[in-house]
């Protein structure tokens, strides 16, 4: 182990100079260094180590990656008019950050395994987790939504960088079984027949700053552990801008761990994709990990209980909008002539019955029994819990009288949804 590692000596960074460029950033000027490809203007630029991933990228596969991200915008906007409608009790909105999902999850291979937070819907659909069961946690009946198992992507973490720690301990449990298969194959003078693995831990700008994220870091640099970090600077969390997270770029901090970190265009899918390939083949190779920072913006709502008018400009919002991930790759497609006017009518149907299977299974599942999050909050009885619960069916019992939930329901569901419910 050692001899990838770069340099620990400073280089001399100029921190002030990065800080103006990265406030800069957020009112949308791309900062410098930052791998970049298909830009807003959907021309495909070059990258001395990227575009030849790029290059590998078939027309059916960009016209994918587009179908993908129109499919998991639309699905964001039903899921999100679910919520207005009462059938869901929480959404976490994705709009804008499309391209920095679906561009690192199609990049992954099956045998990856992925940590997600509890925004990676696109990653989600790339994994093939059934977006209708998905939502079940959103409603409330149940504690999970999917089996991980199936799909190697994990159940959603709303702990904040809770799950950096899970995924470096996967991935040096990956290690592992690796070194013992390797033993077992030359044993039995066998090949090795599993394919090599990496992990991907998602998380967020404001989550960098947890201590979850300095000791996984900690961890995967001293283990060269199989990981990839790959968070999603979206500029906010919640309310608080990533300048107050940092001084530098998020990218720059892998240098203090001993391992590269890559600013990449989020909303570039295709700069996503192949850095990401990269960064995961990098850590299959058993080179170590690789921290990728997707520079993206959250358009909408932090969630459906936020209101971001209070607390970010309009102009800042707009700006953003004019690098949108699907329009950038529209406008390279159609250039090229690698997409007609048929294929975009088909995405958009896709995208309605997409929505249309996931309101109907919605409005199939059962109303959640509020008992059951009490019945699971301790393994045993607990009399603060027994009072909690009592003061709540007590409360309860002042809206008794009122329309029953199912006629609300059936009201809601009946009611117009807002083209704009989606920001
Ligand atoms: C340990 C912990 N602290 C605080 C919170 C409350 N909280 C939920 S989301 C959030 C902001 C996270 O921002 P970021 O990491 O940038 O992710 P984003 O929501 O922007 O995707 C906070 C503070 C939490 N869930 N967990
Ligand atoms: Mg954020």
Redesign the pocket.
């Known amino acids: 182990m050692g001899t990838h590692l770069p340099s620990t000596e400073f280089d001399g960074t100029a921190v002030d100079d990065q800080r103006e460029a990265d406030a800069e950033a957020v009112m949308g000027e791309p900062p410098a260094q930052m791998v970049q490809l298909l830009g807003p203007d959907g021309k495909l630029g070059f990258d001395p180590v990227f575009t030849g991933y790029a290059a590998k990228l078939t027309p059916q596969v960009l016209r994918g990656l587009y179908a993908d991200m129109a499919a998991i915008r639309r699905f964001d906007v039903e899921a999100t008019a679910l919520q207005r409608q009462g059938q869901l009790a929480l959404w976490?909105p994705l709009t804008g950050?499309e391209a920095a999902q679906i561009g690192s999850g199609r990049a992954s291979q099956p045998q990856d395994y992925i940590f997600p937070?509890?925004?990676e819907h696109g990653v989600a659909l790339t994994r093939n987790v059934d977006l209708a069961e998905l939502l079940r946690q959103f409603r409330g009946v149940s504690n999970g939504g999917w089996n991980p198992k199936d799909t190697n992507f994990h159940l959603y973490t709303?702990?904040?960088?809770?799950q950096t720690l899970h995924a470096v301990g996967y991935a040096m449990g990956i290690q592992r079984d690796q070194k013992l298969a390797a033993a077992n194959a030359a044993a039995s003078g066998t090949p090795v027949t599993e394919p090599d693995a990496a992990v991907i831990a998602y998380?967020?700008?404001?989550?960098?700053?947890?201590g979850?994220v300095h000791e996984s870091m900690v961890f995967a640099s001293s283990y060269n552990a199989p990981v990839v970090f790959f968070c999603?600077?979206?500029?906010?969390?919640?309310s608080?801008p990533?300048a107050v997270?940092t001084r530098v770029p998020l990218s720059n901090r892998a240098k203090g761990y001993g391992f590269p970190g890559i600013r990449v265009d989020g909303n570039d899918v295709i700069a996503v994709h192949a850095v990401t390939e990269w960064a995961l083949e990098h850590a299959r190779q058993g080179k170590g990990p690789v921290l990728i920072e997707a520079f993206t913006y959250?358009v909408g709502a932090?969630?459906t209980a936020d209101d971001p008018t209070k607390y970010r400009e309009a102009a800042e919002e707009d700006a953003w909008r004019a690098k949108d991930p699907l329009a950038r790759l529209e406008k390279y497609l159609r250039a090229e002539g690698l997409a007609d006017e048929a294929f975009f009518a088909k995405v958009k149907d896709d995208g309605d019955h997409l929505a249309a299977y996931v309101r109907r299974t919605t409005h199939d599942l059962e109303t959640p029994d509020i008992r059951t999050a009490f019945a699971n909050t301790y393994a045993e009885a607990h009399p603060l819990v027994a009072e909690e619960l009592a003061w709540f069916e007590e409360y309860s019992a002042g809206f008794a009288g009122e329309e029953p939930a199912e006629e609300q329901d059936r009201q809601a569901a009946t009611a117009q949804v807002s083209p704009k419910a989606g920001h």
Not at 158 to 162: G, S
Not at 203 to 210: K, L, N, Q, T, V
Not at 232 to 238: E, K, L, V
């Open positions: 976490v950050q937070t509890y925004r709303l702990v904040l960088a809770a998380f967020g700008d404001g989550a960098s700053s947890e979850d999603q600077n979206n500029h906010w969390a919640i608080v990533t997270q959250r932090h969630t």
